[in-house]
T-cell receptor, first 113, second 112 residues
Framework: GENVEQHPSTLSVQEGDSAVIKCTYS??????FPWYKQELGKGPQLIID?????GEKKDQRIAVTLNKTAKHFSLHITETQPEDSAVYFC????????????FGTGTRLTIIP | DAGVIQSPRHEVTEMGQEVTLRCKPI?????LFWYRQTMMRGLELLIY????????DSGMPEDRFSAKMPNASFSTLKIQPSEPRDSAVYFC??????????FGSGTRLTVV
């Protein structure tokens, strides 16, 4: 089955700086890669996703890049703000996003004011 | 839309007791997932349904766990008998088509 590794497990950045979280996956058939943000006491919330036919996708301060050859994808957050503090999870699946997402172990991001 | 609704939010029970967790997916979503989250193991998929039919239950830890989806708007996850190692946050999520998952707020289960 799919295996997703995520690094780093914790990340602290100064407010206004950029944050990068990286994930690698094992199944070359995987074609859908979402990112989730989990705030304390809440369920994970989808913030951005990318499919295998695209190399990069941006949504305001958030971007995701995908390298299918190397089987890794990354989340980039620019101009970080205190409300970006949360746990971020990457995930992967070989379906169109409906089935059996395999999650990374999470990155706790802390934004230092 | 009210989102995915889970109940109860918190459950404290004694070892050996039966526990039932409930989930109402978003109307129109045809996939429903149950996940368990712990510090040690992260987010683990337990079981998922498509159109109320269980598709993959390979993540269910053992026979003490069972899940049902009697109709499109309701699912349960039951643990009988419960054990301290079952303590975790249990999430339900639903999706439709090619959209991403929508998670509920979770049920924090503590077995003492």
């Amino acid at each position: 089955g799919e295996n997703v590794e995520q690094h780093p497990s914790t990340l602290s950045v100064q407010e206004g700086d950029s944050a990068v979280i990286k994930c690698t996956y094992s199944d070359s058939a995987s074609n859908y890669f979402p990112w989730y943000k989990q705030e304390l006491g809440k369920g994970p919330q989808l913030i951005i996703d990318i499919r295998s036919n695209v190399g990069e996708k941006k949504d305001q301060r958030i971007a995701v890049t995908l390298n299918k050859t190397a089987k890794h994808f990354s989340l980039h957050i620019t101009e970080t703000q205190p409300e970006d503090s949360a746990v971020y999870f990457c995930a992967a699946t070989e379906s169109f996003g409906n089935e059996k997402l395999t999650f990374g172990t999470g990155t706790r991001l802390t934004i230092i004011p | 839309d009210a989102g995915v609704i889970q109940s109860p939010r918190h459950e404290v029970t004694e070892m050996g007791q039966e526990v039932t967790l409930r989930c109402k997916p978003i109307s129109g979503h045809d996939y429903l997932f149950w996940y368990r989250q712990t510090m040690m193991r992260g987010l683990e998929l337990l079981i998922y349904f498509n159109n109320n039919v269980p598709i993959d239950d390979s993540g269910m830890p053992e026979d003490r766990f069972s899940a049902k989806m009697p109709n499109a708007s309701f699912s349960t996850l039951k643990i009988q008998p419960s054990e301290p190692r079952d303590s975790a946050v249990y999430f339900c999520a639903s999706t439709r088509g090619t959209s991403g998952y929508t998670f509920g707020s979770g049920t924090r289960l503590t077995v003492v």
